[in-house]
């Protein structure tokens, strides 16, 4: 693929959750989680803005297997918004685990969103709560900044990662997602399920080598 040179203008980068608890050691960590932390920090500098997303969770969130009596991490649950996966208890407002991985280089960030903090409505996508309804407000920020092509990185993959780039099309962006600079969970084929998705909704899968970083 031709290489892609940030604007400075209209571009920007989207970390989601780069956060201890989906690094290796972490309450749900993802494989090779840490992974990420070096190429998005190449990435980072290479753009003059970037936003981030914090999983952030009240300790009693509807989304935590411990909040549903005899239920397991992974099973699924029927909710008022369709099917929910049990999630172990992780990025609990203001714990260590909800913090950004130490060695995440990305002090220029404009823009923190946190997203999972109401305790009835998980939240995947960096734009639109679990029921599809409630903005987190990203849209409209990166309107009225004048942005229009988003590229995304960080963890995972296949949930909250694949879900803000579908919803960065859904909202009119261009977005381009970053393949080796995200990790995926992948359980039971969500990561092929994924992908599917993404080329069909025209979100670009390319490789950190394909950006021209100045
Ligand atoms: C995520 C599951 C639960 C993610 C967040 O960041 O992909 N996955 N909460
Ligand atoms: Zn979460």
Known sequence: MASIAPDHATDLLLVIDVQNDFCPGGALAVPGGDEVVPAINGLAQGFAHVALTQDWHPTD???????????????????????????P????????????HPNLEAGHAELIVRKGFRREIDSYSAFFENDRRTPTGLAGYL????????????LA??????WSALDARREGFEAV??????RAIDMEGSLAAATAD??????SLVRSTDIAIA
Do not use: K, N
């Not at 993959?157 to 694949?162: E, G």
């Open 143 to 154: 309107r009225e900044r004048g942005f229009r092509r988003i590229f995304l990185a960080g």
């Open 198 to 203: 993404l080329e069909a909704a025209g979100v």
């Open 89 to 100: 208890d992780h990025c609990v407002q203001e714990t260590e685990g909800a913090a950004f």
């Open 157 to 162: 993959t296949d949930f909250c990662v694949a």
């Open 177 to 182: 997602l970053v393949e080796d600079a995200c």
């Open 61 to 87: 969130h509807h989304s935590f297997a411990s909040s549903h009596a005899g239920r397991a991490p992974f099973d699924t649950v029927d909710v008022a918004y369709g099917v929910q996966v049990l999630w």
